[in-house]
């Protein structure tokens, strides 16, 4: 009959070998002297390879000083038992994350042995890593929602408030009004209308996005009637400022988009231009075709941005950059978070070349109607 010490044994070889997690006996040196299948598995070297081998050699740089630290720790007789999460480096070079544990191993004729377990917890920390970048994604999605409603609600409240006092100003003086200043206060709560409009016009889309009620139902459209059609909504804003549009289009271009994605992008593009343009200026509307795209430009005459602002932009305006008209227009930068959305969901991308003071060339990418 076996004896009971060695029993044991042979239960302890069966574990160690067999188990599911990456062993090592360890001596005071830090060096293992035996290792199971596990781990040589999980590191990609042969048992002889891991052997009298330092597992510094194996662990990322900036989580070595950390394991050493605790190693001394349990040596030292200060803890029992350390678990740290730290970075492996296999043979191969790939890193992952591993959990390890270690203790202490009873005493064998005096020598100091530690025994020391390894899980594998790469997918867990991945997922983490997600998982914050969705919070961090989150948070700055919703700080940049507060800063958006803020300037909406503030704006509104402005040019509503602007024509109410206005109106309230022509009722009681209508009398000593003279034809002319009837016809320029009119203007003035058109423009004031057409920018409230605008502003709450982008709000609905931008809301309906949000909520993944606005699908997406890309068709052949003709692009120089899209943007004739968008053109003549904008005139009178155009007018008031003196400007005109020119299309400079082919009639047969046709495009594959959603008919309303693409008018938002027209119309905020297109509005953006004679915002920004210097009065008298006229702006015009280009388009090129490849293969597979068709490269919409708006060019204004007008402030331009700066290199700095454009990135700001570029960035989905997460900071909230707004800037003001030629005339005092100002914008919440909605339209065109709206724009880089709608463009990305058509697979293109926006591209925005300005100088300050002279004007500015906003380009995007649409897919181009498939020929027959």
Not at 292 to 311: C, H, L, P, Q
Request: net charge negative; charged share 25%.
């Amino acid at each position: 009959m076996p004896h009971p010490k060695y029993k044991r044994r042979l239960l302890f070889e069966s574990l160690f070998e067999n188990a599911g997690v990456g062993l090592a006996l360890v001596a005071k040196e830090g060096i293992p002297f035996r290792v199971n299948a596990k781990l040589c598995a999980l590191l990609g070297y042969s048992e002889q390879e891991l052997v009298e081998t330092s597992f510094e050699k194996y662990t990322h740089p900036e989580d070595i000083e950390k394991d050493l630290d605790l190693f001394k720790s349990l040596l030292l007789g200060e803890i029992e038992v350390y678990e740290i999460e730290k970075r492996y480096i296999k043979k191969n070079g790939q890193v992952f994350w591993g959990l390890l544990t270690v203790s202490m191993a009873p005493p064998k004729e005096g020598a100091v042995t530690l025994i020391g377990m390894v899980q594998d917890i790469d997918a867990r920390k991945c997922a983490e890593a997600e998982l914050l970048k969705s919070e961090k994604l989150l948070l700055e999605h919703n700080a940049y929602k507060d800063k958006l409603f803020s300037l909406i609600a503030h704006d509104l409240r402005g040019s509503i408030g602007s024509n109410a006092s206005l109106l309230s100003f022509i009722e009681n003086n209508h009398a000593s009004l003279s034809k002319e200043e009837i016809v320029k206060y009119i203007s003035l709560l058109n423009a004031n209308g057409s920018q409230t409009l605008e502003m709450l016009d982008n709000l609905l889309a931008w809301s309906q996005s949000q909520f993944k009620e606005k699908r997406f139902e890309p068709a052949i459209l003709s692009l120089s009637q899209a943007i004739i059609k968008v053109s003549e909504q904008l005139q009178q804003q155009a007018k008031l400022k003196n400007n005109s549009i020119q299309v400079l289009i082919s009639a047969n271009l046709e495009v594959c988009a959603d008919e309303q994605m693409l008018h938002v992008i027209l119309r905020n593009l297109l509005s953006n231009a004679i915002k920004f343009s210097y009065s008298g200026k006229t702006i015009t509307v280009t388009a090129i075709q490849d293969s597979s795209f068709v490269y919409v430009t708006v060019t204004d005459k007008g402030v331009g941005i700066s290199e700095r602002n454009i990135a700001k932009l570029l960035n989905n305006n997460r900071e909230g950059f707004t800037s003001y008209g030629t005339k005092g227009e100002k914008g919440t930068g909605l339209g065109l978070n709206l724009c880089l959305q709608y463009i990305e969901q058509h697979g293109g991308d926006l591209q925005i070349n300005s100088e300050v003071g002279k004007g500015s060339r906003f380009t995007f990418s649409i897919p181009a109607a498939e020929q027959e």
